[in-house]
Nanobody
């Protein structure tokens, strides 16, 4: 399974941004897609996850109510719509694929290369 994240960039506080992750390979074996982020000097943090059919989602406390995860199985793509961005959202965002919906990176088997999101104040 290969994951390719894209769509990151430099935005101002309060702006919105949508990042994407395209999966290829044995995508049918992935029940859950997730987003994590890592800021310099900090541990990797869970952002959001969605199950294969989009029926169930999970969000980290710091993004709940601002970010929305969605997927388009026809395009093998998962999205993260980020609204009301804050400078503390600045990080490299990674998409990941796994089998169970958890907020721990240990439960995700496949990882993309990451896309940088920078929010200026």
């Amino acid at each position: 399974v290969q994951l390719q994240a894209s769509g990151g960039g430099l935005v101002q506080a309060g702006d919105s941004l949508r990042i994407s992750c395209v999966t290829s390979g044995r995508t049918f074996s992935n029940n859950v897609m997730g987003w994590f982020r890592q800021a310099p000097g900090k541990e990797r943090e869970f952002v959001a996850a969605i199950n294969r059919f989009g029926e169930s989602t999970l969000y980290g406390d710091s993004v709940k109510g601002r970010f929305i995860i969605s997927n388009d199985n026809a395009k093998n793509t998962v999205y993260l719509q980020m609204n009301s961005l804050k400078p503390e959202d600045t990080a490299v965002y990674y998409c990941a694929a796994g089998y169970v919906m958890r907020d721990s990176s240990a439960h995700y088997t496949y990882w993309g290369q990451g896309t940088q999101v920078t929010v200026s104040s």
